[in-house]
């Protein structure tokens, strides 16, 4: 009898290719030798800076260097065109297109990686969350957009795109299906959390089943997902140099439908997006309800990347419009109002309260003995981050991973704070890494608070799952993150941690502790996410060409010209 879920099994046989000729390690040894045109530098860069940017511009489009008085050449993404599609090997792994031997587990992670695959009606479709036998399956045989996200990037930097195209087909599909959580009608523009494939044995049919919300933890819709869709789809277009699919009418609708639910006017007197709890990578109640960091950061990349993707014609006019505005309004309001560097932590806590007028400099009205005492310590002098959350009385001070790497990756932070977060990262390593990358969010709450926020969840304790646990899946943000800002060095001391216990934990989830030395007590093994996030880091660490594929080069139209608006008041 088949399986429900159709995982294929001989994935490795698939799309493999020749061991490379001589001809082409000749070629490939010529490229490299190519004299790369001279960079102007403040000073004697590190051989990671070094061979990171004459590798790009020996493989990629001139890239855009950034300087300041502080740091060296900052090398950031002017090869978001750049077509890079791995090479295999005898052994069906990729090989570095700069001749760098592969990694004793690689070929292992690819094999646990192909095993997650899910077929519909013999086409790959996408990888289910994870492969544990161990464990109750509950919805971890289904397969997650936002989970998905490294597994498209692995096969597209491994030149296998069409499972990520299937994807994306089927779930814009999906998003056409009513949604209805008891008697309410979801917006149309929603994307489904995840999806299943079932097997009908007796009529020999498949089917896939989408969850919109209704089966999760809290009935809460995912924000995420929708937004993580449309970075895919580019990622897609960037990687294969394909248009047709993201101009095809229902990936135009698509995009549309998902900026109309963020887009559209209300009560808001913010730019940033309200959001329930529990709404992203975070679904459980962990106190980021409101503007949270990670929503504020996919939301603003998905709107760049739906700037390129969205074809400008009259249909789309007025979309591309709202987001324009859109874009400028909330690049302002992040960088100004989630900024914290130790400048703006002695402002905070030097703040005065009950002001009201339009030059009030405490616009949010936040009280200065709400400061945690830990901020005090975990700021250095060099070094700073977007905070949690900003509303009215209320700023959240914890440090989110995922909200400042996607930050960096998409401009959203400018070149000095992209910078300032990375010598944040160095400077606070054994409270942000420790052990085992990286931190989901820090420091964990405990104790009364934990109790209050959390509602006593067990699965949410301190130092463990979302509540200061450590996620290996965000190690390819961080790599990425790290190549871009020019500290390439950062991103090999991280995936030398990961390489040294992952695949001698089996692939673990998450891990709990302050040091994340211990597996996560609820954790799934063969988690995909953390198996291809690995993939991700190891392949763009080899060749930071494939770091277009995810990154957007800032624009200089949106950079403040203006100091804040005393217009801004609460």
Same mark, same amino acid.
């Given at each position: 009898?088949?399986?429900?879920?159709?995982?294929?099994?001989?994935?490795?046989?698939?799309?493999?290719e020749a061991?490379?000729?001589?001809?082409?390690?000749?070629?490939?040894?010529a490229?490299?030798?190519e004299?790369? !045109?001279?960079?102007?530098?403040? /000073?004697k860069?590190?051989?990671?800076?070094?061979?990171?940017?004459?590798?790009?511009?020996?493989?990629?489009?001139?890239? @855009?260097?950034?300087?300041?008085?502080?740091?060296?050449? !900052?090398?950031?993404?002017?090869?978001?065109?750049?077509?890079?599609?791995?090479?295999?090997?005898?052994?069906?792994?990729?090989?570095?297109?700069?001749?760098?031997?592969?990694?004793?587990?690689?070929?292992?992670?690819?094999?646990?990686?192909? /095993?997650?695959?899910?077929?519909? !009606?013999?086409?790959?479709?996408?990888?289910?969350?994870a492969?544990?036998?161990?464990?109750?399956?509950? +919805?971890?045989? @289904?397969?997650?957009?936002?989970?998905?996200?490294?597994?498209?990037?692995?096969?597209?930097?491994?030149g296998?795109?069409?499972?990520?195209?299937?994807?994306?087909?089927k779930?814009? $599909?999906? @998003?056409?299906?009513?949604?209805?959580?008891?008697?309410?009608?979801?917006?149309?523009?929603?994307?489904?959390?995840?999806?299943k494939?079932?097997?009908?044995?007796?009529?020999?049919?498949?089917?896939?089943?989408?969850?919109?919300?209704?089966?999760?933890?809290?009935?809460?819709?995912?924000?995420?997902?929708g937004?993580?869709?449309?970075?895919?789809?580019?990622?897609y277009?960037?990687?294969?140099?394909?248009?047709?699919?993201?101009?095809?009418?229902?990936?135009? /609708?698509?995009? *549309?439908?998902?900026?109309?639910?963020?887009?559209?006017?209300?009560?808001?007197?913010?730019?940033?997006?309200?959001?329930?709890?529990?709404?992203?990578?975070i679904? $459980?109640?962990?106190?980021?309800?409101g503007?949270?960091?990670?929503?504020?950061?996919?939301?603003?990349?998905?709107?760049?990347?739906?700037?390129?993707?969205?074809?400008?014609?009259?249909?789309n !006019?007025?979309?591309?419009?709202?987001?324009?505005?859109?874009?400028?309004?909330?690049?302002?309001?992040? *960088?100004?109002?989630?900024?914290?560097?130790?400048? @703006?932590?002695?402002?905070?806590? *030097?703040?005065?309260?009950?002001?009201?007028?339009?030059?009030?400099? +405490?616009?949010?009205?936040?009280?200065?003995?709400?400061?945690?005492?830990?901020?005090?310590?975990f700021?250095?002098t060099?070094?700073?981050?977007?905070i949690?959350?900003?509303?009215?009385?209320?700023?959240?001070?914890?440090?989110?991973?995922?909200?400042?790497?996607?930050?960096?990756?998409?401009?959203?932070?400018?070149?000095?704070?992209?910078?300032?977060?990375?010598?944040?990262?160095?400077?606070?390593?054994?409270?942000?890494?420790?052990?085992?990358?990286?931190?989901?969010?820090?420091?964990?709450?405990?104790?009364?608070?934990?109790?209050?926020?959390?509602?006593?969840?067990p699965?949410?304790t301190?130092?463990?799952?979302?509540?200061?646990?450590?996620?290996?899946?965000?190690?390819?943000l961080?790599?990425?993150?790290?190549?871009?800002?020019? $500290?390439?060095?950062?991103?090999?001391?991280?995936?030398?941690?990961?390489?040294s216990?992952?695949?001698?934990?089996?692939?673990?989830?998450?891990?709990?502790?302050?040091?994340?030395?211990?597996?996560?007590?609820?954790?799934?093994?063969?988690?995909?996410?953390?198996?291809?996030?690995?993939?991700?880091?190891?392949?763009?660490?080899?060749?930071?060409?494939?770091?277009?594929?995810?990154?957007?080069?800032?624009d200089?139209?949106?950079?403040?010209?203006?100091?804040?608006?005393?217009?801004?008041?609460?």
């Amino acid at each position: 009898m088949p399986s429900p879920v159709d995982v294929s099994q001989n994935g490795n046989a698939r799309h493999a290719e020749a061991a490379p000729s001589l001809f082409e390690i000749e070629e490939d040894l010529a490229r490299l030798l190519e004299r790369p !045109r001279q960079v102007n530098i403040e /000073r004697k860069r590190s051989f990671d800076e070094r061979s990171f940017s004459e590798m790009s511009m020996t493989h990629s489009p001139p890239c @855009q260097v950034y300087k300041n008085s502080e740091n060296s050449s !900052r090398v950031f993404d002017n090869m978001v065109g750049v077509y890079s599609p791995g090479r295999w090997s005898g052994i069906h792994t990729p090989r570095s297109t700069f001749g760098y031997e592969p990694h004793p587990i690689i070929g292992e992670a690819w094999e646990a990686l192909r /095993r997650s695959i899910v077929n519909f !009606r013999d086409q790959p479709v996408g990888t289910i969350a994870a492969i544990d036998n161990s464990a109750e399956e509950l +919805n971890y045989d @289904q397969v997650f957009v936002r989970d998905f996200v490294p597994s498209a990037l692995a096969f597209l930097m491994n030149g296998e795109p069409d499972i990520v195209k299937n994807f994306l087909l089927k779930t814009v $599909r999906l @998003q056409s299906r009513e949604k209805k959580i008891d008697q309410f009608k979801l917006g149309d523009g929603v994307m489904p959390a995840s999806f299943k494939v079932s097997h009908d044995p007796v009529r020999n049919y498949e089917t896939i089943t989408a969850d919109f919300g209704e089966s999760a933890i809290g009935r809460v819709a995912p924000v995420d997902s929708g937004f993580w869709w449309i970075i895919i789809l580019r990622a897609y277009t960037k990687s294969t140099g394909d248009t047709s699919l993201a101009e095809m009418p229902e990936c135009q /609708r698509g995009i *549309r439908l998902i900026l109309e639910l963020c887009l559209s006017e209300g009560f808001d007197t913010f730019p940033t997006l309200l959001c329930a709890d529990g709404c992203s990578m975070i679904d $459980r109640r962990m106190g980021v309800y409101g503007y949270p960091i990670e929503i504020q950061a996919l939301f603003f990349m998905a709107l760049r990347c739906a700037l390129f993707l969205l074809k400008h014609d009259e249909e789309n !006019r007025e979309c591309c419009d709202a987001i324009i505005k859109r874009l400028h309004a909330l690049s302002f309001h992040m *960088r100004s109002y989630y900024w914290l560097d130790i400048k @703006q932590l002695n402002d905070i806590y *030097r703040y005065k309260t009950e002001e009201y007028s339009h030059t009030a400099v +405490n616009k949010f009205n936040v009280m200065p003995d709400s400061l945690p005492e830990w901020v005090f310590d975990f700021m250095p002098t060099r070094g700073g981050y977007f905070i949690g959350n900003v509303s009215p009385a209320h700023m959240d001070f914890r440090w989110f991973c995922l909200g400042n790497c996607i930050s960096i990756l998409s401009s959203l932070a400018t070149p000095e704070q992209a910078s300032t977060i990375m010598d944040l990262v160095e400077s606070r390593w054994q409270e942000l890494v420790g052990e085992m990358p990286l931190k989901i969010c820090y420091p964990a709450m405990e104790g009364h608070e934990w109790r209050i926020v959390t509602g006593c969840d067990p699965k949410n304790t301190s130092w463990s799952y979302h509540n200061g646990g450590t996620w290996p899946v965000l190690l390819w943000l961080l790599t990425a993150a790290a190549i871009k800002t020019g $500290r390439p060095q950062i991103a090999r001391r991280a995936i030398e941690l990961a390489e040294s216990r992952l695949l001698k934990d089996s692939w673990p989830e998450y891990y709990d502790g302050k040091l994340g030395r211990f597996i996560g007590k609820q954790a799934r093994k063969f988690q995909t996410w953390s198996i291809a996030g690995y993939l991700v880091a190891r392949m763009m660490l080899e060749d930071p060409s494939h770091l277009g594929m995810i990154s957007l080069e800032e624009d200089k139209q949106m950079k403040p010209t203006m100091k804040r608006s005393a217009s801004w008041t609460c």
